[in-house]
C-alpha cells in the first residue's frame, strides 16, 4: 500500500457499507414485504440531582443542582425544574441528596501497571517474579481503585517494564471488559542505557527486562518513539535525569521531534538542574517531579506552556513511613527543594497539574493525597481542584470532553458529602462515581 487510511475513516466506511447492504438485500432477492424500521437505539438517560455543585472555573457553589445526562455525555446543567422540562420523562433520577457533586477527577501520573513490593531489590524483584499477564492483572485491580477513588481519567507514565501491558488495559476498559479510568499511556518510557531501574545487576544478566526502554545517541532514541507510538503510545515518557542529567539535549530534541510530529505530547522526569533545564530546552511538554527547577528555568516554563507535575504525596508518604530510615536526610532534603519549587512556580505563573506517582500498592486509590499535599505547599483549595480538572485536562488534551461538568463533556461526574472548598480532604472520601454515564460506584443512595 502507497498510502494508508486512518482506521476512523476505515470503520466509518464500514460502517456505510454495512448499512447499504442491511438495506439492499429485500430488494435484490426481489421480495415483496416492506422492511422493517430498525428500532431507534433507547440511550441511557439520568437526571443527578444533588443540594451542592462546584463550578472549578468559577471556584464556587452553586445550590440545588441537576445535570441530565444522555448516553455518555451531559446534556444539560441547570435547576432541578428547569432540567425536569427538558429530560426526557423517562429518565432516571439519581437523587444524591446533601452532597456536592464535582467534575470526576484526573491524575496526571500514574504507574498502573506497578505494584512494587517494599523490600529489598523490591523492583528487580518484580520484573523477576511476575509474568506480564500477572502485571496486567495487577493493572485491572490498580485501575478499579483509582476508578472509584473518583479519578475517572488518569495520564499512566511508564509501565514499569511490563511491556505492553498499559496499552492491553487501555483498551480492555474502553472496550467495556474491566473497570478503569480513562487511560492516556506512554508505554515503556525512554532511558539512558543503564540509568533506570534496575540497578547493579549482575552484568552476566544482559537480557534481563527493564523498567524502561534504554536508548543510547540520538537514532536509538527516534527508533524508541516510533516504536512505542507503533505499540499504541499516546504520550512519549522520558527519563531526563536520574540524581544526575542522563540523556543528552541532542537525545531529547530528536525524542520531542518525533513525538511532536505524531500528535503526541512529551512527559520528562526531571528532578536536578541540569535535567530539567535540559528538558525544557528540547521542549518538553510537561516536567514530572521538577524538584530542583531553577527561577530561570521555572520562567521558561511559563512562557514556553510547560507543565510542571510535582508529585508530592508520595514523598510525604516515604517520609511518614521511614522517621528512622538512613534515607530521611535525603527525603527531608527532597521535600524542602520540591516546597520552594512549588512556591516558585507559582509565583512564576507555571501551570501545575496533579499527579500522584503511585507505584505500590497501597497508594492505588489514594490520589486524593496529592490534592491535600498541594495545598499544604500553600496553595489554594481550588487551585489544587483545578489542577486535577481544568488544567491536567489541558495538559492530557482532552479539554473538550473532560475537565468540567458542562454540556457535551463526558458525564464524569463524582460527589462527596460535605464541601471540598471549606475542607478538601473530604476528597479522599467520593462517596458517588460516574464515567462516561454509568455509575460505578454510589453509597450516597442506599
Ligand atoms: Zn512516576
Not at 476508578?147 to 476498559?173: K, P, Q
Not at 527561577?295 to 517520609?319: C, E, F, H, N
Request: glycine share 8%.
Amino acid at each position: 500500500m502507497t498510502r494508508s487510511i486512518p482506521p476512523r475513516i476505515l470503520t466509518a466506511v464500514a460502517g456505510a457499507v454495512l448499512a447499504i447492504s442491511a438495506a439492499l438485500p429485500m430488494r435484490c432477492l426481489g421480495a415483496s414485504a416492506e422492511p422493517v424500521p430498525e428500532p431507534v437505539a433507547v440511550q441511557n438517560a439520568i437526571v443527578i440531582r444533588a443540594a451542592r455543585m462546584l463550578d472549578v472555573r468559577s471556584g464556587t457553589i452553586m445550590s440545588d443542582v441537576a445535570i441530565y445526562v444522555v448516553g455518555e455525555r451531559i446534556e444539560a446543567v441547570g435547576s432541578p425544574a428547569d432540567i425536569a422540562r427538558r429530560a426526557l420523562p423517562s429518565a432516571t433520577v439519581v437523587d444524591l441528596g446533601d452532597a456536592t457533586v464535582l467534575p470526576g477527577l484526573i491524575d496526571c501520573h500514574t504507574h498502573l501497571l506497578a505494584r512494587i513490593p517494599d523490600a529489598d531489590h523490591a523492583y528487580a524483584m518484580n520484573l523477576l517474579t511476575k509474568s506480564q499477564a500477572y502485571r496486567a492483572l495487577e493493572g485491572a485491580a490498580n485501575a478499579l481503585a483509582t476508578l472509584r477513588s473518583g479519578f475517572t481519567t488518569v495520564r499512566d507514565v511508564g509501565n514499569e517494564g511490563s511491556g505492553y501491558a498499559d496499552v492491553a488495559l487501555r483498551d480492555a476498559i474502553d472496550n467495556g471488559l474491566i473497570e478503569g479510568p480513562r487511560m492516556h499511556v506512554a508505554t515503556r518510557g525512554i532511558a539512558a542505557v543503564g540509568q533506570y531501574f534496575p540497578f547493579r545487576l549482575s552484568s552476566d544478566l544482559a537480557d534481563f527486562p527493564s523498567g524502561a526502554q534504554m536508548i543510547s545517541g540520538a537514532e536509538d532514541a527516534r527508533l524508541a518513539v516510533r516504536q512505542q507510538i507503533g505499540g499504541g503510545a499516546d504520550l512519549i515518557k522520558v527519563y531526563a535525569d536520574w540524581e544526575r542529567a542522563t540523556l543528552t539535549t541532542a537525545e531529547l530534541g530528536v525524542i520531542v521531534e518525533e513525538a511532536h510530529a505524531a500528535g503526541l505530547k512529551v512527559a520528562a522526569h526531571a528532578q536536578t538542574r541540569d535535567g530539567i533545564r535540559n528538558a525544557v530546552a528540547a521542549g518538553v511538554d510537561s516536567i514530572e517531579h521538577g524538584d530542583h527547577a531553577d527561577r530561570d528555568t521555572l520562567k521558561r516554563m511559563q512562557s514556553a506552556g510547560i507543565y510542571l507535575v510535582p508529585t508530592l504525596s508520595v514523598m510525604d508518604a516515604w517520609a511518614a513511613q521511614s522517621a528512622d530510615n538512613a534515607a530521611m536526610p535525603r527525603l527531608v532534603a527532597a521535600l524542602e527543594a520540591s516546597r520552594e519549587t512549588v512556591a516558585a512556580a507559582r509565583a512564576a505563573g507555571v501551570r501545575i497539574a496533579l499527579g500522584s506517582d503511585p507505584a505500590s500498592g497501597d497508594r492505588h486509590g489514594r490520589n486524593a493525597d496529592e490534592l491535600v499535599a498541594l495545598t499544604q505547599r500553600g496553595g489554594s483549595v481550588i487551585d489544587a481542584i483545578r489542577a486535577a480538572t481544568t488544567v491536567a485536562a489541558d495538559l492530557v488534551g482532552a479539554a473538550d470532553d473532560i475537565g468540567t461538568l458542562e454540556f457535551g463533556k463526558y458525564a464524569d461526574v463524582i460527589a462527596v458529602r460535605g464541601n471540598p472548598l471549606t475542607d478538601i480532604g473530604v476528597l479522599k472520601h467520593v462517596e458517588f462515581v460516574m464515567k462516561g454515564g454509568r455509575i460505578v460506584r454510589n453509597d450516597l443512595v442506599r
